[in-house]
C-alpha cells in the first residue's frame, strides 16, 4: 500500500503541470459553487434582511397585551419597569432603541388631504445602531428635535408635500383624547421595505411623548441581536421576569413573509443542485482526460509487477489527491471571493436597469459565510474525483493492452 | 361633554334667567340645562360636505332625555338604516341584520359626517369635567355671548380644551370650538337658525366643522320638532330596529 | 478546405472517446442552460404569481382617484356598469379574460368586541381560473355567483370559533359615504397558507358586496388577465386607448407598491444565471483545452506531413465545430424538451429535498417557464464558446516544435 502512495506522489510530482491543471479546474469549479451557494444564501435571506433593518429589529420587547392587539396599536399597554429591562440589555451588551408605535392620521392642512400611517416616535442615535433606516433617508436625517417628521417618498406623493412643508399629525393621547400638531418634513426616506414605504413615519420619541401625552411611557424596546435570536429570546424572557413583558423575535413578528419566501429555499436548492451536476460533468471530463492520457504508462506498471487491482488502486488515489488539493485550493479561492463579497460587496448598481423614477435602488450583492458547504465542497471534490476515475481506469486497463504491443513494437 | 347632538335630541322647557354675576360653571351649567329636553320627535336631516363632494341625508328620530334614542333614515341611498342607543350601547340594524357597536369604535363618524358615536353617546356633564372660566364677551350674529374657557386634564376627556360662547339673554350655546391637547383648533360647530317651539327658541340649525381638513365640514338641521311629547316604549326596542 | 473537413470528420470518428466527452460537455453545459433559465423563469413566475393572483392581476382598471388613494380603498370611486366595461375589454386580442373586485373595509362584532377585517367581492367562476382559492377551501364548499354565503380564512374562523352555518352581520361604509349592515351565512373556511389572509379576508360573491356597499351594478376594480403576461406592457396602452377619461389602466410592473421588490428580485436572478453561464463555459473550455493539449503529438505529426500551420488550425477548429454543434444541437433541444414537460408538470421543490411543511404553501410547486430564445441562445452559446476556446489554444499548440510534439509520448 504505502509503495502506491509513493508511486502516486512521484507521479502527481513528475508530471506538475498536468496536475497542476487538472486541480486548477477543480478548484475554478469548487470556487464557483461556493461563490453560488453563498449569494443564493445571501439573496434568499434578502427579504429577511429588509424587515429586520427596518421594520422588525432582531426582536422586540413589549407589553404582551401590546401585542395582542397589535393591529389596534394601543399606545396604553406600555412597558413597565423599563429601568430593569435596559440595565439587562446594557449587561449583555446589547444595541437597544426605544419606541413609541402609534396610530395616526396625516393630513396635508391646505388641501384637506388626510390618510391613516403608523408613527413611530424614535431616538435617532440609539435608533441608528438598531437599524438601518437612517441610510435610506435623503436630504436631511432621523428626526430629532420634537417637530421634526421624516415621511417616505411615496408619503410625499401621496400627500402633495414636500422637504421644507408641514404635515398634522392627528393622533389620540395615552387616555383616548384628540390631540393634533403641526411637524415639519425635514428628511425623507425610501427603503427596499415596500410596507414601511407605504405605512410609516418617524417623529423624535419627544414628539411623540408630547403628542400622545405618554408621561415618558413608551410601548417598545428594539434589540438588535448577536446571537442566535430564538436563544436570546428565550434568556431576556427569563432574566426580565415582569408581569406582562414579553419578548417577540423577528420570526414571531413576521410570520407572513416567512410563508412567501419558503418557496424560494426550494429554489436555491435546485439551482445549487444544477450547479453540483455541471461541475460534476466537468469532473467526469477531466479525470477521464486525466486518466487516459496515461494509458502508455500503464504498460510500464505492469512491467514493474502491479496487478490490475494495484493499477486502478494506484490511478484512484492519485485522482483522489487532486480531487482533494483542487477542492482545497477551491475553498480558498471560495473564501477569498466570500470574504471580499460580504465585506466589500459587488456594487451592480450600474447594471440596474431603470432609474426613472429617481429611487436609489441599492444592488450591493454580498454573500454569506457557509462553513457547511464548504466542507462538502472538499468531501465531494475529492470522493467524486476518485470514484469518476474508476471508469476509464478500467478502460484503460483493457485498451492498454493493445498499447502495450504498440509500444513494444516502437521500442524494439 | 353634553353631546352637541344631544341638544337637539333633547330640549327642555327652561326659564332663563337674567344673570347678575354668574360663574363660568354657572353659565355652563344653564347652558346645558336649557338644551335638555325630557322627550323630544323630530325630521331632520344632514349635508356632508367632504371637498367637492355633497351628500345629503335625511331622518326621522325619537329620544328621551339622553337615555334613549332611535334614529332612522330616510333618504333613498340610506333607507332602513336604524340606530338604536340605549344609554352606553349602541346598535345599528339595516332590513333585519343588526350589529352592535362598541369600544374604540364609536369615534369612527356617523354615516361620514363630523360627528362621531362617541359624540352621539356621551352622556356626562360637561360641567363635570370642565374647569370652566369666564374669557370674555363676543357678538354672533347680533347675539351678545360670554366667552366660556374649559379645560379639563382628566382621563379620556373629549376634547382637553374647549371654548364656548353662551348667549347672555337665552342662554343658549351659540358656538363651540374643540382644542387639540397641542392648543390647535380640531373642531368647531355654529348654531346657524334658532326656531320658537312651545315660545322658547332653540338651535334647530347646526354646522360642525374639521379644522384640519379644509373644505370638510357637516350641516345639522332639524325641520320638524317635537319637544315633551309621549313616546311609546316600543320604539326604543328592538324590535323596532328589526322590523 | 473540403479536405480539411473530411479529414475532420475522420478524426473525430478515429477517436471514439475523445469525441464523446467533448460532446458530453456541450451537451450538459447547453441542456443545464436551458434548464437553469427556465427554472429561474419558473421561480420568478412563481414569486410575482402570487401577486399578481391576490393583488394586481396583469393589468388592473380602476378610476384614477381610486388609484391615487388607493391606500384608504375608496368606495366612493368606482366603475359603473362594470358588465359593460368587462364584456368591452374582454373583446379585445391578447386579453384571458377579465373580472370584477370590490375591497370593502368591514368590521363585525363578536363577543361584545368589534374587530376590522377585510370583505372582498369576486366573480367566483372568473376567480377560479387564475386563483387558487376554490382549492383551498378545507370545510364547506367554495363560492357560486347567486350563492348567499361567504367563506372566511381558517385563521379567522379558529379565533373567532366560527363554523360552516354560522351568520355573521357586517358593517360596512358605501359609496355614499355611509353605513350598511348586513348578515351573511359562513359556507365555506379556506386555508391560504398565508397568514395575513387566513386571519383577515373574507370572501363572498361580488353581487352581495355590491348590495352591501350600495354600489349598484360597479365594481372598485376589473382585473385583466392576458394570454401572454409578458404583454402587459403593450396591452395597457390598448386597455388605456378604450377607457373613459375617468378611468385608467396599470399593468402590474405599473403598480407602484411591487415596483421595488420585482426590481430588486430580477437584478439577482439574472446574476445567479449569468454565473451559471461563466461555469458552463468553463466546463466546456475545460474539456477543449484537454483535448487539445492531448493533441500536441498529433499537431507534430501533422506539421511533419507537410500541413501548414493555418491548416492544421482549421482543422481543429472545424473538429470543434462540429462537435460543438453536434453537442450544443442535442443539449439545447432536450433542454427545451425537458423544461417544456416540466412547465406542464411542474417541479415541487421542497419534496425533492424531503422536507414536509406542516401549512399547505402555495409556492412550492415551480412550472419552468420555457422560452425558445433560450433554446437558441444555449445553442449559439454552446457553440460560440467552443469555438473561440478551440482555436486560441489550438493557435498556441500549432506554434510548438514538431520535433518536442513527436517526442511527447
Not at chain 2, 66 to 90: C, H, M, P, Q, S
Not at chain 2, 115 to 134: A, G, N, P, R, W
Not at chain 2, 157 to 183: M, N, R, T
Request: aromatic residues 12%.
Amino acid at each position: 500500500m504505502k509503495f502506491i502512495f509513493k508511486l502516486g506522489l512521484k507521479n502527481l510530482l513528475r508530471y506538475k503541470e498536468r496536475t497542476f491543471l487538472t486541480c486548477f479546474s477543480l478548484a475554478v469549479g469548487i470556487c464557483v459553487l461556493i461563490f453560488f451557494s453563498g449569494m443564493l444564501e445571501w439573496a434568499d435571506e434578502a427579504t429577511i434582511r429588509n424587515l429586520k433593518k427596518y421594520e422588525t429589529a432582531s426582536m422586540k420587547i413589549g407589553n404582551s397585551e401590546f401585542f395582542e392587539e397589535e393591529n389596534y396599536i394601543p399606545v396604553d399597554e406600555v412597558i413597565k419597569g423599563r429601568e430593569k429591562i435596559e440595565k439587562i440589555l446594557q449587561g449583555k451588551g446589547l444595541e437597544y432603541t426605544p419606541e413609541i408605535k402609534f396610530k395616526a392620521n396625516l393630513i396635508n392642512e391646505d388641501t384637506g388631504d388626510s390618510y391613516p400611517f403608523i408613527g413611530m416616535g424614535i431616538e435617532a442615535e440609539s435608533h441608528k445602531k438598531v437599524y438601518e433606516l437612517n441610510e435610506m433617508v435623503y436630504e436631511g436625517n432621523l428626526p430629532k428635535s420634537s417637530k421634526e417628521i421624516l415621511i417616505s417618498k411615496n408619503t410625499a406623493e401621496l400627500l402633495n408635500v414636500g422637504i421644507g412643508g408641514y404635515l398634522i399629525v392627528e393622533a389620540d393621547t395615552k387616555d383616548g383624547t384628540p390631540n393634533a400638531d403641526a411637524f415639519e418634513i425635514t428628511a425623507l426616506f425610501e427603503t427596499p421595505n415596500p410596507e414601511v414605504n407605504k405605512n410609516f413615519f418617524y417623529i423624535s420619541l419627544d414628539g411623540a411623548n408630547h403628542l400622545l401625552a405618554m408621561n415618558g411611557d413608551i410601548n417598545l424596546i428594539s434589540i438588535k441581536a448577536t446571537q442566535n435570536e430564538e436563544n436570546l429570546s428565550e434568556e431576556l424572557k427569563k432574566e426580565i421576569d415582569i408581569e406582562g413583558m414579553t419578548v417577540r423575535t423577528w420570526q414571531e413578528q413576521a410570520k407572513d413573509y416567512l410563508d412567501l419566501s419558503q418557496g424560494k429555499k426550494g429554489g436555491s436548492s435546485m439551482m445549487l443542485m444544477m450547479v453540483f451536476i455541471i461541475i460534476t460533468v466537468g469532473i467526469v471530463n477531466t479525470m477521464n482526460m486525466a486518466v487516459f492520457e496515461r494509458t502508455g504508462e500503464i504498460g510500464m506498471m505492469r512491467a514493474m509487477g502491479m496487478t490490475d487491482r494495484e493499477i486502478i488502486l494506484n490511478f484512484i488515489y492519485e485522482s483522489g489527491a487532486m480531487g482533494f488539493l483542487g477542492g482545497f485550493l477551491g475553498i480558498i479561492l471560495g473564501a477569498i471571493v466570500t470574504w471580499y463579497l460580504i465585506h466589500y460587496g459587488w456594487d451592480m448598481s450600474n447594471y440596474v436597469g431603470d432609474l426613472s423614477y429617481g429611487y436609489r435602488v441599492s444592488a450591493v450583492f454580498r454573500s454569506k459565510w457557509d462553513p457547511g458547504m464548504m466542507i462538502t465542497a472538499v468531501i465531494f471534490s475529492t470522493i467524486s474525483s476518485s470514484v469518476i476515475s474508476i471508469f476509464p481506469a478500467r478502460r484503460a486497463l483493457k485498451s492498454s493492452i493493445s498499447e502495450t504491443l504498440k509500444s513494444a513494437g516502437k521500442f524494439g | 361633554m353634553r353631546n352637541f347632538l344631544s341638544f337637539f335630541f333633547s330640549l327642555l322647557m327652561c326659564i332663563p334667567l337674567r344673570a347678575a354675576e354668574l360663574t363660568g360653571l354657572e353659565i355652563l351649567k344653564k347652558a346645558e340645562d336649557n338644551i335638555y329636553a325630557e322627550t323630544m320627535v323630530y325630521t331632520g336631516e344632514f349635508i356632508i360636505n367632504k371637498g367637492d363632494k355633497s351628500f345629503v341625508k335625511t331622518f326621522k328620530g325619537w329620544s328621551v332625555g339622553d337615555e334613549k334614542a332611535f334614529v332612522e333614515f330616510t333618504n333613498r341611498e340610506d333607507i332602513g338604516v336604524r340606530y338604536l342607543k340605549i344609554k352606553n350601547e349602541l346598535w345599528i340594524a339595516e332590513e333585519g341584520d343588526v350589529i352592535k357597536i362598541s369600544g374604540h369604535l364609536l369615534k369612527r363618524s356617523i354615516m361620514g359626517s363630523d360627528f362621531s358615536f362617541k359624540d352621539m353617546m356621551e352622556s356626562y356633564k360637561l360641567s363635570e369635567i370642565y374647569e370652566v372660566t369666564i374669557a370674555g364677551e363676543e357678538e354672533i350674529r347680533d347675539k351678545i355671548c360670554y366667552i366660556l374657557d374649559l379645560e379639563s386634564d382628566k382621563e379620556d376627556a373629549p376634547y382637553a380644551k374647549q371654548k364656548i360662547w353662551v348667549g347672555k339673554e337665552d342662554f343658549i350655546p351659540y358656538k363651540y370650538e374643540f382644542y387639540a391637547l397641542s392648543g390647535k383648533l380640531m373642531k368647531s360647530a355654529e348654531v346657524l337658525e334658532t326656531r320658537k317651539i312651545d315660545s322658547k327658541n332653540y338651535p334647530v340649525k347646526m354646522e360642525m366643522r374639521d379644522e384640519l381638513r379644509k373644505g370638510s365640514s357637516t350641516v345639522f338641521e332639524l325641520k320638524d320638532l317635537k319637544l315633551n311629547v309621549k313616546i311609546p316604549e316600543e320604539i326604543f326596542s328592538r324590535k323596532n330596529l328589526l322590523e | 478546405m473540403k479536405h480539411i473537413i473530411k479529414l475532420g470528420f475522420k478524426n473525430i470518428f478515429r477517436n471514439k472517446r475523445r469525441t464523446f466527452l467533448t460532446i458530453t460537455a456541450v451537451f450538459f453545459a447547453t441542456f443545464l442552460v436551458v434548464i437553469f433559465k427556465s427554472f429561474i423563469g419558473g421561480l420568478w413566475d412563481s414569486t410575482i404569481n402570487n401577486v399578481i393572483m391576490l393583488e394586481t392581476g396583469h393589468i388592473k382598471v380602476a378610476n384614477k382617484k381610486y388609484f391615487e388613494k388607493e391606500k384608504t380603498q375608496p368606495l366612493e370611486y368606482y366603475i359603473e356598469d362594470a358588465g359593460e366595461l368587462i364584456d368591452q375589454l374582454e373583446k379585445l386580442k391578447g386579453v384571458n379574460f377579465a373580472t370584477p373586485r370590490i375591497k370593502a373595509p368591514v368590521m363585525l362584532n363578536i363577543n361584545d368586541k368589534n374587530y376590522y377585517t377585510q370583505l372582498l367581492g369576486i366573480n367566483p367562476e372568473k376567480e377560479k381560473r387564475f386563483n387558487v382559492i376554490h382549492e383551498k377551501i378545507v370545510d364547506g364548499e367554495y363560492l357560486s355567483s347567486d350563492s348567499k354565503g361567504i367563506i372566511v380564512g381558517s385563521g379567522f374562523a379558529e379565533k373567532f370559533d366560527l363554523h360552516i352555518g354560522q351568520r355573521i352581520t357586517l358593517l360596512s361604509q358605501t359609496v355614499y359615504n355611509s353605513i350598511s349592515v348586513k348578515s351573511f351565512e359562513i359556507t365555506g373556511i379556506f386555508t391560504y397558507g398565508i397568514k395575513s389572509l387566513d386571519e383577515r379576508l373574507m370572501v363572498a360573491p361580488i353581487a352581495r358586496v355590491q348590495d352591501l356597499v350600495k354600489m349598484g351594478d360597479g365594481t372598485s376594480e376589473v382585473l385583466i388577465l392576458l394570454k401572454d403576461i409578458n404583454k402587459s406592457l403593450a396591452m395597457e396602452n390598448e386597455v388605456n386607448a378604450i377607457l373613459p377619461p375617468e378611468y385608467t389602466a396599470k399593468a402590474w410592473e405599473n403598480q407602484e407598491n411591487y415596483f421595488n421588490m420585482i426590481r430588486i428580485a430580477t437584478q439577482i436572478y439574472n446574476v445567479v444565471y449569468f454565473f451559471f453561464l461563466l461555469l458552463a463555459s468553463f466546463v466546456i473550455i475545460n474539456t477543449i483545452l484537454i483535448s487539445v493539449y492531448e493533441r500536441e503529438r498529433e499537431i507534430g505529426a501533422l506539421t511533419a506531413l507537410g500541413m501548414s500551420q493555418g491548416e492544421v488550425l482549421s482543422l481543429f477548429v472545424t473538429e470543434a465545430g462540429i462537435l460543438s454543434i453536434i453537442g450544443s444541437f442535442l443539449g439545447s433541444l432536450s433542454g427545451g424538451l425537458i423544461a417544456f414537460i416540466l412547465s406542464k408538470v411542474g417541479i415541487n421543490t421542497l419534496a425533492l429535498w424531503g422536507e414536509t411543511m406542516s401549512e399547505m404553501n402555495i409556492s412550492n410547486v415551480i412550472y419552468l417557464r420555457v422560452q425558445w430564445q433560450t433554446v437558441i441562445f444555449s445553442f449559439i452559446f454552446g457553440f460560440l464558446v467552443t469555438i473561440i476556446f478551440a482555436s486560441i489554444p489550438a493557435f498556441k499548440a500549432v506554434k510548438v516544435d514538431p520535433i518536442r510534439a513527436l517526442r511527447a509520448t
